[in-house]
């Protein structure tokens, strides 16, 4: 028998994703999985490009504003809920297609999840306390010499990461990269399809900038005012664009600068986002620039699929 397909539609923020998904969803009878992990949270419509809800209509969307932006989501939740769609698009005939930019979402789905190791709570402890007081460099270091493998897939900014893989290397003596080899994936069950889309960096960039222009215009000063009244949880609290409004909302800065940060935070985050897919070999490139229309690349990819 044929495998079930599963197909991954990926790349770096403002590259394009929504619209050629929503034409490629057509083409192959699939529905549409979030891999993003700011866009499962409510309240956030702006802030994270969300489809719109003309868009919705075109394609049933699964994995977005599933939560409350007060609630701490992680990655065996993201793999629980997205394999339960899955199975169920299965049943349908339909393919699910995952679109959006989160490494560690897809990689959970394709790749699976190591075996769950609980928190050591002293351990954690020790380690946040190194965080808050030395900052997250210092514990990257530290990591760099224990298990330089997870840290060359960790940013060094990324505290939460460092303190898990760091958690796991003193909790057990191995390495987290160790561990991490032990994943159960979902080759063997299905055909995985990991398509990323490729453009210019000048032209990401500026993609970029007009983005969070728009973004702007659209109402995101008063979006993040509401959304710092409520006790986010620390992963919403880190989406970007939080940060940069919340300093202009303390008179750090002006609206302009607060703007440009915003543009260059995101640049750097696309950087990342890039960074991570093209580490994994698997991913299929399609080079777009700013003349092909998302019909256009979803017909390229249509016909690269069959």
């Given amino acids: 028998m044929d495998k079930k397909k599963i ?5 770096a923020t403002g590259i394009g994703k929504t619209t050629i998904a929503l034409s490629l969803a057509k083409k192959i009878n699939a529905e549409i999985i979030s891999c993003d992990s ?12 969300k489809a719109t809800a003309k868009q919705r209509k075109k394609s049933r969307h ?21 394999l339960k769609i899955c199975a169920k698009l299965d049943s349908q005939g ?14 959970v789905i394709v790749d699976g999840l190591f075996p769950v190791l609980p928190q050591a709570k002293r351990i954690r402890e020790r380690l946040e306390k190194l965080l808050r007081s030395k900052k997250s460099g210092y514990l990257y270091k530290k990591l760099v010499k224990v298990d330089p493998q997870a840290a060359g897939k960790i940013h060094p900014h990324d505290g ?29 069950e299905y055909e ?5 889309l490729n453009l210019k960096r000048e032209l990401l960039y500026k993609r970029i900038d007009l983005r969070v222009e728009k973004m702007f215009r659209l109402g995101l000063i008063k979006e993040v005012q509401k959304l710092l009244k409520l006790n986010l ?22 609206l302009d600068e607060a703007k440009r940060l915003l543009q260059r935070n995101s640049r750097h985050y696309a950087k990342r986002q890039l960074t991570w897919l093209r ?21 390229r990819i249509y016909k690269l699929l069959n």
């Fill in 38 to 49: 700011m866009q499962i949270y409510r309240k956030m419509n702006i802030l994270t490009a």
């Fill in 7 to 11: 197909i991954f539609l990926l790349g």
């Fill in 160 to 188: 939460r990461r460092i303190v898990r893989a760091l958690e796991v290397y003193l909790q057990t003596g191995k390495p987290i990269s160790f561990w991490q080899k032990k994943r159960k994936g979902l080759g063997n």
């Fill in 62 to 82: 699964h994995l977005l504003s599933i939560l409350e932006p007060t609630v701490e989501y992680n990655v065996a939740q993201y793999r629980r809920d997205a």
């Fill in 279 to 299: 580490k994994d070999k698997r991913v299929k490139w399609i080079n777009i620039n700013n003349a092909d229309t998302a019909t256009a690349i979803a017909q």
């Fill in 233 to 254: 949880s620390k992963t919403a609290a880190c989406a970007i664009g939080i940060p940069e409004l919340k300093g202009y909302f303390n008179q750090e800065y002006n």
């Fill in 94 to 107: 339909k393919i699910p297609l995952f679109v959006g930019g989160t490494g560690l979402y897809y990689s």
């Fill in 192 to 196: 995985v399809k990991l398509l990323g």
